[in-house]
T-cell receptor, first 113, second 112 residues
């Protein structure tokens, strides 16, 4: 009963390095999301994919890129990491209907030094 | 821009006490959800309310959606240490693709 799985769980990067966070869901959901969570800020949407083949910017997309590889997988890439990108990143998925339910992964802790 | 404000930000109480957490906005939402998040984990959905004035109960937790669908509250009766966690409200916009807007969160600590 995996749900939403994201890797890695923890990562330390040096400023300027690049990395990709991977996410996969096994619930056959159409929509997938990447959020970041910072103290006192709640969860902020970085990018989302309403359906396979589409991606759109959320509230805070600068410095990130995404790829919806297939219906199951949605990756988040930091091309040139900055200390401001130190955060906890959550991948999520949902099946869009009127009663909207979103399922989250366990999070990826990223530190940029 | 934070569209959903939660209060209080922090709450530390003794086991057995009652508490209420508020989630307020000037925007209308088609639905509003409450999540609980424990350390090292992602948020987990507690409830979704969709109708203005709706009240839902989940054991000792009571959720209410405001009549105008702009605000919500979470009331916990006789809090237990197991209720400790971060509580987040999230609203879905009434039009277009339903991206959730999250509140700032309320961190609850219930001591034995």
């Amino acid at each position: 009963n995996a749900g939403v799985t994201q890797t890695p769980k923890f990562q330390v990067l040096k400023t300027g390095q690049s990395m990709t966070l991977q996410c996969a869901q096994d619930m056959n959901h159409n929509s997938m999301y990447w959020y970041r969570q910072d103290p006192g800020m709640g969860l902020r949407l970085i990018y989302y994919s309403a359906s396979e083949g589409t991606t759109d910017k959320g509230e805070v997309p600068n410095g990130y890129n995404v790829s919806r590889l297939n219906k199951r997988e949605f990756s988040l890439r930091l091309e040139s990491a900055a200390p401001s990108q130190t955060s906890v990143y959550f991948c999520a998925s949902s099946d869009q209907d009127r009663v909207y339910t979103i399922y989250f992964g366990e999070g990826s802790w990223l530190t940029v030094v | 821009t934070q569209l959903l404000e939660q209060s209080p930000q922090f709450l530390s109480i003794q086991e057995g006490e009652n508490l209420t957490v508020y989630c307020n906005s000037s925007s209308v939402f088609s639905s509003l959800q409450w999540y609980r998040q424990e350390p090292g984990e992602g948020p987990v959905l507690l409830v979704t309310v969709v109708t203005g004035g709706e009240v839902k109960k989940l054991k000792r937790l009571t959720f209410q959606f405001g009549d105008a669908r702009k605000d919500s509250s979470l009331h916990i009766t006789a809090a237990q240490p197991g209720d400790t966690g971060l509580y987040l409200c999230a609203g879905a916009r009434p039009t277009g693709f339903q991206k959730l807007v999250f509140g700032t969160g309320t961190r609850l600590l219930v001591s034995p």
